[in-house]
């Protein structure tokens, strides 16, 4: 198994920025790649970034392009999330997840290992 463990959330005010830390530990040569979905209430759980682990290639949704920078220390088995010029919008809890695979980086059933999520609140 890979457990992660997502830390960095709080609150801030619009226009700020936050930077969302995941560290894996366990079987982490089963990573093929991390992504960060989030959930904001009454709504689902949606894709935000994603980084391949051995070759930094990397996706964002169209909603956070430009804004949040996806990167990750290979070292460190941990990934982050850059969150610059945050929005009200942006208010959810924040998963990072693992994945074996090297496609449908936005689908959420290809991701087998979660994280127990940090919430982020963005003030207007």
């Known amino acids: 198994q890979v457990q992660l463990v997502e830390s960095g959330g709080g609150l801030v005010q619009a226009g700020g920025s936050l930077r969302l830390s995941c560290t894996a530990s366990g079987r982490t040569f089963e990573m093929y790649a991390m992504g960060w979905f989030r959930q904001a209430p009454g709504k689902e759980r949606a894709f935000v970034a994603h980084i391949s682990w051995s070759f930094p290639t990397t996706h964002y949704a169209d909603s956070v392009k430009g804004r949040f920078t996806i990167s990750r220390d290979s070292a460190k088995n941990t990934g982050y999330l850059q969150m610059n010029s945050l929005k009200p919008e942006d208010t959810a809890v924040y998963y990072c997840?693992?994945?074996?695979?090297?496609?449908?980086?936005?689908?959420?059933?290809?991701?087998?290992?979660w994280g127990q999520g940090t919430q982020v609140t963005v003030s207007s």
């Open positions: 997840a693992s994945t074996p695979y090297d496609s449908r980086w936005g689908d959420e059933d290809r991701y087998n290992y």
